[in-house]
């Protein structure tokens, strides 16, 4: 072929090829676009290579590139292999260089995200925002190795001991979510284990002392703030649960001709279904607040709209405003305090520990508790209430 040939090589409705020897051809689209392409054996097979579009590639162009690709050939070489090669290198190099720390956390996050609490989207992302991806987001996950999240945790480890071991919890986690989508290997956070100081065990603040209790439940009857809030402290005591469980409560849990609250599982910290046996004081006060919910669904509706419960933090707020230090009462201490006394009192630990909705590890004991244990849970919630009210007199 010449130049003038090719220049001047027409459409003709479908795609046609001309040779210009040795393999190479000229390939003209139907729509006109001419590119080149080289015909060659390997192992008796016939492959293709494409070398580029005319004109950005003349004739004089394609026979050097033609002669060079057979040179390669001719010593053993795969130029199309290699090419291919290189184009798959290219690209896992750019696939591992976009997998930041960050992008792999933001996956990560948005896969666990719904099964959270809103408590625990709030410490997990505390955890990220604050330590972790101001540090080590813009980096390729597959290159940070283990010292460097060591240095990192240390760091944070001086000026917050549960942040640090948190901190190394949500990157360990992080990781082998990363490592079963092919991004890593292995997951290097597993390599420092023991690395941070050991954590002391932290309990809950809570009056437990009897003579206490009583100064509560005359602060109770007086608080100041709204008749929901006091309804939900007064819950609080006569049934001890989880601060997130008591205040998203749906009047569909309450199944009043069974005196029962039926909390779903997955509102429960152990994502089983949890039952609670109601005294007759706590009845007393789910009727006192059904006037004030306003036919909102949640029994301790927000005061900034009825479709909405209470915020999280409402039920401590109301026992600062009462006078309680953080080093004397929270509101998870309602659960220490009924635990206690409830030991105190000689009843079985399995059925305390049930009506806490402490896990249990044996499955078959688990199903068993929940089956035949509610009359004995039934007779201690209202013993409770009793033991209160008695109290309180």
Same mark, same amino acid.
């Given at each position: ?92 190099? #750019? ?8 992008? $792999? ?35 390729? $996950? ?24 948190? !901190? ?5 986690? $992080? ?7 092919? *991004? ?9 284990? /023991? ?57 569909? #849990? ?25 005294? !007759? ?45 953080? !080093? ?10 009924? !635990? ?5 009192? /000689?009843?079985?630990?399995?059925? $305390? ?6 896990? *249990? ?10 089956? *035949? ?21």
């Amino acid at each position: 072929m010449t130049e003038i040939a090719v220049r001047n090589a027409k459409p003709r409705g479908k795609g046609y090829s001309l040779s210009d020897g040795g393999g190479l051809l000229l390939l003209v689209k139907g729509s006109g676009a001419k590119s080149w392409a080289l015909r060659y054996w390997v192992k008796g097979r016939e492959r293709r290579s494409g070398l580029g579009k005319y004109p950005v590639i003349s004739l004089t162009d394609a026979r050097e590139m033609k002669n060079t690709f057979k040179r390669e050939l001719a010593h053993g070489g795969d130029p199309q292999g290699q090419r291919k090669a290189r184009r798959e290198a290219a690209a896992r190099a #750019e696939a591992v260089k976009r997998a930041t720390l960050a992008k $792999i956390a933001g996956e990560w996050y948005a896969q666990r995200e719904p099964a959270w609490s809103i408590s625990s989207r709030r410490s997990v992302g505390r955890m990220l925002d604050k330590y972790i991806l101001p540090a080590m987001g813009k980096r390729p $996950i597959s290159v940070i190795t283990a010292q460097e999240l060591l240095t990192l945790f240390l760091g944070i480890e001086k000026e917050s001991p549960h942040a640090a071991h948190r !901190s190394k919890g949500v990157t360990s986690q $992080i990781f082998q979510f990363a490592v079963t989508r092919g *991004e890593v290997n292995s997951n290097v956070v597993h390599s420092l284990k /023991g690395a941070l100081r050991q954590r002391q065990p932290t309990h809950h603040a809570a009056i437990t002392a009897p003579k206490d209790v009583a100064a509560l439940m005359r602060r109770i009857e007086k608080y100041g703030g709204s008749d929901v809030v006091r309804a939900a402290l007064w819950f609080s005591l006569y049934t001890f649960q989880r601060p997130g469980e008591i205040r998203g409560a749906a009047w569909e #849990e309450m199944d009043f001709a069974a005196k029962l609250w039926r909390i779903p599982g997955h509102r429960m910290k152990n994502k089983r279904p949890h039952v609670v046996p109601l005294s !007759s004081q706590a009845i007393g006060v789910l009727a006192g607040i059904a006037k004030l919910s306003d036919g909102s669904p949640f029994v301790f509706p927000s005061p900034r709209g009825r479709k909405v419960p209470m915020s999280e933090g409402t039920v401590l707020l109301a026992l600062r405003a009462m006078g309680y230090t953080s !080093s004397q009462m929270c509101a998870h201490g309602f659960r220490a305090l009924a !635990s206690t006394n409830l030991n105190e009192q /000689g009843w079985n630990r399995d059925v $305390i520990e049930l009506s806490l909705s402490h896990t *249990e590890k044996n499955d078959v004991r688990a199903a068993y508790n929940r089956a *035949e244990r509610l009359p004995e849970r039934r007779l201690m919630m209202q013993a409770w209430a009793d033991w209160l009210d008695k109290l309180n007199r």
